[in-house]
């Protein structure tokens, strides 16, 4: 406050300054120059007229000039109080002098009318009263408006020096041109305009006097002559009585300007004198003012200060804590009594503060039992999803088990084919059960308690998926895979793959491969899809190795979500990156603790832990299988290739040395080592029979057909 007043003081202090540097340089330079530009007009209308250059109009012009220099000598001492506002009727100004050459020049060289030369000058004069009206700067309201009138007044004053300057020229040749009788009716109504504008403008001290002159005898000559020339379009009869009279009225017009001058002056030295009173007064009430609120605000900041350090620890405290361990105890699914963690802020202070403090309170309140209620509702729909996939699965386990006593017992290659597609329908039902199970936090109930081939566990994920047939399987090196992890292991491939086939055009092939590698076990999923960009791997990478909390509105990526999850419960890295074919590369890294050397699965070696849920296989085909995991249709196909001879996987018998040149071969070679023989399972040769029979019977069929025919 004390600087607004002080600024508003200071202001009105330095507008007076302004305007008093303004006076004392421009101000009485500009006023000689008026005056000076006035006579050379009158004298150079002579000399239009008469045709015959004066040394008294050389004279007169010598004094403009210096009038000239002396004006703009005292603009550049102005310096700063010519404001930018001034700045530009003082360019305008300086422009319209800079004519005066060319104006002079077409007066000498007859160039110029009488009206056009004089219309020339009054461009110059017009320029020096708009500059006039610029300086007219007073920050006293009153004193403005007295100033603006004798403003007026002083245009009159030179509309009357116009006039005279035209008849001037006229009373030489005796006559007045029609644009010159117009010109001069023109003068005369703007005459009487200022005059009515400026008495109505001052005030009774300064209007009397004018209205002294106005109602004398010789300006009331002055008027009765100009009615005439403007009546008759004539020049007066009697110029030296015109002469006369205008010079007598615009000397009293000068005097009056004088004297009026004085009393506006006087009068801003007393408006001065009060502005620099009220600066006095408000600077230095204002100054003690000042230093008792920084007495004040220093004792209360001290306060405050302390007060709000307190409110800060606690708020933090709260922010950074407390809250976050609450929030991290609802993830992990522990009870969370609202009513034990919502603690009151110990804050001390003024009432703002304490109610600050319970405000935070009252947030922390709040706070807490909208997350509480959100692990409830997570909580809530978890088990929903829970209870759903158990329910399905169960119901699944019995289909597949259904199936599974048809197609043992159907012999017709078309319908054993039909079952095999409502077998794998299933299959990738029971997949999506199982991904309930994983949203909701649990795990799927199948595990072997020995551990699974990795390709039994690839070719078992492949089966799971729609668009199989796109999918190859190369070699991989021979490992197995910890029994309690292949069925995780198994979804979480056939996700990778089903992902691969969908986002990838429907003709194309996709590759899944695997190798040993010195971390662990690396499968990889490519497909010959378009790809993503670097910043959406990045982001599906992040959400990979940290899967976040799942949300029920985001569902588009539902099987990368699942991948997250069962890849974290295991330590398994999965990357996906840009493919040399323009496709993706998914790669799941399985850590060294869960792999294992191949092991030797005898056939009837059921292992798997069938106690929960029902039982089931791994991921693959309808979920009965082989002691490897593998479908059961895969398991028939397989049967049907150890009819060629050799190990029950269809391959020769390995015989020491066989392929080795005779120069490297042993002395004394060795015998072959004897056939491992294994027994077939009863699903072998159950399979193995009917295959026989099938194909026994149908040519018995096709012998009948040749026969007839």
């Not at 040749?173 to 029609?178: I, K, P, V």
Request: aromatic fraction near 4%; proline fraction near 4%.
């Amino acid at each position: 406050m004390w600087g607004f007043a002080l600024n508003l003081t200071v202001g009105d202090g330095q507008a007076l300054l302004r305007t008093n540097t303004l006076y004392q340089t421009v101000g009485v330079t500009s006023t000689e120059l008026g005056l000076q530009l006035q006579a050379e007009r009158a004298r150079s209308a002579v000399a239009v007229t008469t045709r015959k250059l004066t040394k008294d109009l050389g004279a007169q012009r010598a004094r403009t000039d210096k009038a000239v220099a002396d004006f703009r000598r005292a603009a550049t001492e102005a310096g700063d109080a010519v404001t930018a506002e001034l700045r530009r009727p003082l360019d305008t100004l300086d422009g319209a002098l800079a004519r005066l050459g060319s104006i002079r020049a077409d007066i000498d060289a007859g160039l110029s009318s009488r009206l056009v030369g004089i219309n020339a000058y009054n461009a110059v004069l017009d320029a020096l009263f708009r500059f006039y009206d610029h300086m007219v700067s007073v920050p006293d309201l009153p004193l403005f408006q007295q100033a603006t009138a004798m403003q007026a007044m002083g245009n009159a004053r030179e509309v009357i020096a116009r006039e005279h300057a035209l008849i001037s020229g006229a009373l030489v040749d005796g006559q007045l041109t029609e644009p010159e009788a117009a010109a001069f009716t023109e003068y005369t109504a703007t005459r009487k305009f200022l005059h009515a504008r400026g008495l109505a403008g001052l005030d009774v001290q300064l209007r009397r006097p004018y209205e002294k002159v106005f109602g004398g005898d010789t300006f009331r000559d002055f008027t009765r002559m100009e009615t005439r020339i403007v009546t008759t379009g004539e020049p007066p009869l009697d110029g030296p009585a015109w002469n006369a009279t205008v010079g007598q009225v615009m000397a009293q017009l000068d005097r009056l300007g004088t004297s009026s001058s004085a009393e506006l002056s006087d009068r801003a030295t007393g408006a001065a004198t009060a502005i620099l009173a009220r600066i006095a007064v408000a600077g230095v009430v204002g100054l003690i003012a000042v230093l008792a609120s920084i007495v004040i605000s220093v004792r209360l900041g001290r306060r405050l200060g302390a007060e709000l350090a307190g409110l800060r620890a606690a708020a933090l405290e709260l922010s950074e804590e407390r809250l976050p361990a609450l929030v991290e105890s609802l993830r992990r699914g522990d009870d969370v009594d609202p009513a034990k963690e919502v603690k009151p802020l110990k804050v001390s202070g003024s009432a703002e503060i304490t109610d600050v403090g319970r405000a935070f309170a009252s947030v922390q309140c709040t706070a807490v039992r909208a997350a509480v209620g959100q692990a409830e509702l997570r909580r809530g729909v978890s088990q929903v999803f829970l209870n759903l996939a158990r329910r399905k699965q169960g119901l699944l386990h019995r289909q597949l088990a259904l199936l599974d006593s048809m197609q043992r017992r159907t012999h017709d290659p078309d319908r054993l084919e039909e079952l095999f597609r409502v077998d794998h329908l299933t299959t990738r039902m029971r997949r999506h059960a199982e991904s309930l199970i994983v949203l909701s936090g649990s795990a799927p109930g199948r595990a072997w308690r020995k551990p699974v081939s990795v390709l039994d566990i690839v070719r078992a994920a492949v089966a799971e998926v729609e668009e199989y047939t796109r999918v190859t399987v190369e070699a991989m090196p021979a490992s197995a895979i910890d029994g309690g992890v292949a069925a995780d292991l198994t979804h979480l491939v056939a996700e990778l793959v089903e992902n691969a086939t969908l986002y990838s055009p429907p003709d194309s092939p996709v590759q899944v491969r695997g190798d040993l590698v010195s971390n662990g076990y690396a499968i990889e999923v490519e497909d010959r899809g378009f790809g993503l960009s670097q910043a959406e791997y990045a982001a599906i990478n992040a959400r990979l190795a940290r899967p976040p909390e799942f949300d029920l509105a985001d569902s588009d990526r539902l099987g990368l979500f699942v991948v997250g999850k069962l890849a974290e419960r295991h330590g398994i890295q999965v990357l996906m990156r840009r493919s040399p074919f323009g496709g993706t590369t998914a790669i799941a890294l399985v850590p060294r603790a869960l792999v294992s050397e191949q092991v030797a699965l005898t056939a009837g070696d059921d292992d798997r832990d069938t106690g929960r849920e029902g039982g089931g296989g791994t991921g693959g085909g309808s979920g009965r299988g082989t002691a490897s995991g593998l479908p059961s249709r895969t398991r028939k196909k397989k049967a049907l290739a150890v009819v060629s001879g050799g190990t029950h996987a269809g391959l020769p018998t390995r015989v020491r040395q066989a392929n080795l040149a005779p120069q490297l071969r042993a002395d004394t070679p060795s015998e072959p080592e004897p056939e491992q023989k294994t027994e077939r399972s009863p699903d072998e040769v159950r399979d193995l029979f009917s295959a026989f029979q099938r194909g026994t019977q149908r040519a018995r069929e096709e012998a009948n057909e040749e026969g007839e025919a």
